[in-house]
């Protein structure tokens, strides 16, 4: 009776019984994907490519106006020149004025040493990158259908920390820009997921890591608290 019962619980908890090391096996994802422990977050600073560099800056009529799925290039564009500008300030571009088209300024931007040493070319993009996910504990997990293709899905909820993170991403001109939390640019415990999908007992497939891993910035012309 006993045995019977305890297979039963099993069956119904699955974090009670489930020994497979999700801490290690997510671990290990995170490392193999920032294999120098030191580009595990990014912040998105526009669709500028290595090779499209010095570049030089653009205007689009609209831009200014609040996002809107018609206008989305155009709000995206105004959020990559602000971004360039504000990486300049730290030193992460050299800033060249080049005059004015349309009463709106231009300028020449080129990678320093200082934004090559964070830069991280992904998604034909410039992102600037910063840290280490640490996983610290495995809380729970939560088994759904796929609705999409079918199968098991598996939501691993973790605790986590970022180690080997510079300065610059403590200032809060730069994380607030990129809605991070002020707990995770200090190095504090947060909370993420990590999906997998099931394809039998032990057989996982990871789907998706800690969400947040490349953003955006928000938008410039307004106030964050």
Known sequence: MKKILTLSICGI???ACDNY???QKIQGTYDWNNKTGDKAICMMVGDVTESMYP???IHIEGEELPFSPDRKPKYYNRL???SLHLFSKRGFFTEEYLGEVDGKPIYRYNLTDLGRKYVKWAFAETNFCFGRVVVDKIKRTKDTINGVGGGTVRDVYITYH?????DWVKDPEIYKRFRYSEK????????GMHSYKVFGKNKLETLTGVSGV????????????
């Open 184 to 191: 995770l640019v200090n190095g504090e415990p947060v909370q």
């Open 80 to 82: 990559k020149n602000d």
């Open 214 to 225: 490349y953003k955006w910035a928000s938008d410039f012309n307004k106030e964050l608290k």
């Open 13 to 15: 908890l699955l974090t």
């Open 21 to 23: 090391p999700y801490k």
């Open 55 to 57: 570049y030089t800056t």
């Open 162 to 166: 970022v180690e080997n993170i510079p």
